[in-house]
């Protein structure tokens, strides 16, 4: 009995030994994050009641990695994330990047910035949903480009906000060989012109 009690401390100290290992680990990543330059306020802006440049909508549909349906109190948009590129639903990662999308913005209610509309009727427009209970909003946009599973659509993002902030999420991106950056695949600009 007492060696089982013996092996059992043993066993509770490698564990926690690897969790503390673990949390050590997780801490210095999260360190190692860019600050995004000055661009905080992409990542976790304010929403104050005098800004009318954002409409509160309810998700209804996610297309692909960059597009999703939104019901804007009865308005209902087609919306095209500015300032990014995800890959297409039958190229590499398409599947991945309509699973990361669906997970930050299904069946929640998501913030929309316009921008303009695309050759397609489509509002270009930056996404971002609340962080908890508070008036901040996450951008979806930047999230997209930085877990790697969307690239930064550089001759289309001329007119979204956060366009800096999306390049640093790229080169974090790239750094850590994330998603798209994780082997030699075709960019989905470059897939599309091929398909026609």
Known sequence: MR???????????IAAAIAFFMYQ????????????????AAIARPIRSEDTQYKICQTTKVSDGDTIAVDCDGEKLKLRFCGIDAPESRQPLGAESKALLSKLVENKQVIVRPMEKDKYDRTVAEVS?????DEYAHNVNIEMVKSGMAYH????????????????????????????????????????????
Do not use: H, M
């Open 3 to 13: 060696k089982i009690f013996d092996t059992a401390i043993e066993i509770s100290i």
């Open 129 to 133: 949903v609340k962080v908890g209970d």
């Open 25 to 40: 680990r997780n801490e210095q990543e999260i360190s190692k994050r860019p600050s995004y330059e000055g661009n905080e």
């Open 153 to 196: 659509y550089k001759q289309y993002s001329s007119s979204c906000p956060s366009r800096e902030a999306i390049a640093s999420a790229e080169d974090f991106a790239k750094d850590k060989k994330l998603g798209v950056w994780s082997g030699d695949y075709e960019k989905p600009w470059e897939y599309r012109k091929a398909k026609r």
